[in-house]
Protein backbone atom coordinates (compact mmCIF):
# COMPACT_ATOMS: atom_id res chain seq x y z
CA UNK A 1 0.00 0.00 0.00
CA UNK A 2 1.40 3.28 -0.95
CA UNK A 3 1.78 6.12 1.59
CA UNK A 4 2.52 9.71 0.91
CA UNK A 5 3.34 12.33 3.80
CA UNK A 6 3.70 15.70 2.98
CA UNK A 7 6.14 18.50 4.97
CA UNK A 8 7.90 21.59 4.91
CA UNK A 9 4.74 24.03 4.66
CA UNK A 10 4.65 27.87 6.22
CA UNK A 11 4.29 30.97 6.41
CA UNK A 12 6.72 33.16 3.90
CA UNK A 13 6.58 36.59 2.40
CA UNK A 14 6.43 37.52 -1.00
CA UNK A 15 9.23 36.90 -3.27
CA UNK A 16 10.59 34.57 -0.48
CA UNK A 17 10.90 30.71 -0.86
CA UNK A 18 9.90 27.62 0.56
CA UNK A 19 10.76 23.58 -0.01
CA UNK A 20 8.00 21.06 0.63
CA UNK A 21 8.75 17.53 1.14
CA UNK A 22 6.93 14.25 0.22
CA UNK A 23 7.68 10.80 1.41
CA UNK A 24 6.10 8.15 -0.51
CA UNK A 25 6.62 4.11 0.64
CA UNK A 26 5.41 1.07 -1.47
CA UNK A 27 5.96 2.35 -5.24
CA UNK A 28 8.69 -0.13 -5.83
CA UNK A 29 11.31 0.13 -8.76
CA UNK A 30 10.76 3.19 -10.95
CA UNK A 31 9.09 4.55 -13.97
CA UNK A 32 5.68 5.69 -11.65
CA UNK A 33 4.73 9.68 -10.96
CA UNK A 34 5.17 11.49 -8.22
CA UNK A 35 3.93 15.25 -7.89
CA UNK A 36 2.17 18.17 -6.27
CA UNK A 37 -1.31 20.04 -6.56
CA UNK A 38 -2.91 22.60 -4.60
CA UNK A 39 -5.83 24.33 -3.34
CA UNK A 40 -6.83 27.51 -2.32
CA UNK A 41 -9.64 28.57 -0.20
CA UNK A 42 -12.53 28.19 -2.05
CA UNK A 43 -10.89 27.51 -5.15
CA UNK A 44 -10.83 24.11 -7.00
CA UNK A 45 -7.85 21.95 -6.90
CA UNK A 46 -5.01 22.88 -9.19
CA UNK A 47 -2.71 20.79 -10.75
CA UNK A 48 1.46 22.35 -10.07
CA UNK A 49 3.71 19.70 -10.66
CA UNK A 50 5.37 16.38 -11.42
CA UNK A 51 8.06 14.48 -12.10
CA UNK A 52 8.26 10.52 -13.53
CA UNK A 53 10.94 8.50 -11.53
CA UNK A 54 13.65 7.00 -13.17
CA UNK A 55 14.30 9.02 -16.08
CA UNK A 56 13.16 12.12 -13.78
CA UNK A 57 11.46 13.79 -16.50
CA UNK A 58 9.87 17.11 -14.79
CA UNK A 59 6.63 19.11 -16.02
CA UNK A 60 5.02 22.09 -14.75
CA UNK A 61 1.93 23.95 -14.60
CA UNK A 62 1.74 27.15 -16.11
CA UNK A 63 1.28 29.33 -13.41
CA UNK A 64 4.38 28.13 -11.37
CA UNK A 65 6.85 27.24 -14.31
CA UNK A 66 9.91 29.08 -13.96
CA UNK A 67 9.21 29.72 -9.98
CA UNK A 68 8.74 26.17 -8.56
CA UNK A 69 11.64 23.06 -9.28
CA UNK A 70 9.92 19.43 -8.91
CA UNK A 71 12.94 17.01 -7.84
CA UNK A 72 13.12 12.97 -6.76
CA UNK A 73 15.97 10.80 -4.55
CA UNK A 74 15.25 7.38 -3.92
CA UNK A 75 16.36 6.16 -0.33
CA UNK A 76 15.45 2.23 -1.39
CA UNK A 77 13.69 0.30 -3.43
CA UNK A 78 10.21 1.44 -1.88
CA UNK A 79 10.84 4.80 -0.52
CA UNK A 80 11.14 8.13 -2.78
CA UNK A 81 11.12 11.37 -1.45
CA UNK A 82 9.85 14.01 -3.86
CA UNK A 83 10.57 17.63 -3.16
CA UNK A 84 8.84 21.40 -4.16
CA UNK A 85 10.78 23.67 -4.49
CA UNK A 86 9.42 27.13 -4.41
CA UNK A 87 11.22 30.65 -5.03
CA UNK A 88 9.61 33.56 -5.98
CA UNK A 89 6.51 33.45 -3.81
CA UNK A 90 3.54 35.19 -4.44
CA UNK A 91 0.45 35.79 -2.66
CA UNK A 92 -1.34 33.87 -4.95
CA UNK A 93 0.48 30.67 -4.53
CA UNK A 94 -1.48 30.44 -0.96
CA UNK A 95 -2.84 27.04 -0.85
CA UNK A 96 -2.76 23.97 0.59
CA UNK A 97 -0.45 21.59 -0.93
CA UNK A 98 -0.93 17.98 -1.70
CA UNK A 99 1.61 15.43 -2.41
CA UNK A 100 0.19 12.70 -4.84
CA UNK A 101 1.29 9.70 -7.46
CA UNK A 102 0.14 7.65 -10.20
CA UNK A 103 1.69 4.58 -11.94
CA UNK A 104 2.58 6.95 -15.04
CA UNK A 105 2.55 11.19 -15.24
CA UNK A 106 -0.25 11.22 -17.80
CA UNK A 107 0.32 15.33 -18.54
CA UNK A 108 -2.32 16.63 -21.46
CA UNK A 109 -3.06 19.27 -22.23
CA UNK A 110 -1.31 21.52 -19.34
CA UNK A 111 -3.03 19.05 -16.90
CA UNK A 112 -1.88 15.85 -15.13
CA UNK A 113 -4.55 13.29 -15.54
CA UNK A 114 -4.24 11.48 -12.12
CA UNK A 115 -6.02 8.33 -11.88
CA UNK A 116 -9.17 8.02 -9.45
CA UNK A 117 -7.57 5.93 -7.41
CA UNK A 118 -4.22 7.18 -6.72
CA UNK A 119 -2.62 7.91 -3.38
CA UNK A 120 -2.89 11.11 -1.79
CA UNK A 121 -0.63 12.57 1.27
CA UNK A 122 -2.94 14.57 4.21
CA UNK A 123 -1.37 18.49 2.69
CA UNK A 124 0.48 20.99 4.17
CA UNK A 125 -0.19 24.74 4.32
CA UNK A 126 1.58 27.16 2.39
CA UNK A 127 1.21 30.81 3.24
CA UNK A 128 2.58 33.72 1.57
CA UNK A 129 2.43 37.17 3.30
CA UNK A 130 2.19 40.17 0.73
Known amino acids: QVQLVESGGGTVQAGGSLRLSCEATGYRGGGFCLGWFRQASGKEREWVAA???????????DSVKGRFTVSHVSQDIARNTVYLQMDNLKVEDTATYYC????????????????????WGQGTQVTVSS
Open 100 to 119: AGDRECRVQAGQWRIADDSP
Open 51 to 61: ITTGDEIAYYS
